[in-house]
């Protein structure tokens, strides 16, 4: 008997699209840091204090620090990488 795997192409695309906002989103956090941390000496703690201190605002008015984007980026792509292995 063969047995039949049927593969979710719903999670295939929900993956895709999870690592797309991921790294979109980690993207955006370095853009938005890294020009102010290369100036200076002591990179990483002023990377870190950047990335809690910065904020983004968005089109609707509401702003969050960077180190939520940074968060989210990561968490989407570990759901992402989960559903992908799921499906």
């Known amino acids: 008997m063969?047995?039949?795997?049927?593969?979710?192409?719903f999670g295939y695309a929900l993956?895709?699209?999870?690592f797309l906002l991921g790294i979109s989103a980690?993207?955006?956090a370095f853009w938005k840091v890294?020009?102010?941390?290369?100036?200076?000496?002591e990179f990483s703690s002023a990377f870190?204090?950047?990335l809690w201190t910065e904020e983004i605002n968005t089109?609707?008015?509401?702003?969050f620090k960077l180190i939520f984007l940074l968060i989210f980026g990561?968490?989407?792509?570990?759901?992402g990488s989960v559903i992908l292995v799921f499906s």
Request: hydrophobic fraction near 50%; charged fraction near 15%.
């Open 48 to 50: 870190w204090n950047l």
């Open 34 to 41: 890294w020009p102010k941390t290369t100036s200076t000496n």
């Open 74 to 79: 990561i968490i989407a792509i570990v759901f």
């Open 59 to 63: 089109i609707a008015g509401i702003s």
């Open 2 to 9: 063969k047995k039949v795997l049927r593969k979710s192409k």
């Open 15 to 18: 993956s895709i699209i999870l």
């Open 26 to 28: 980690i993207t955006v």
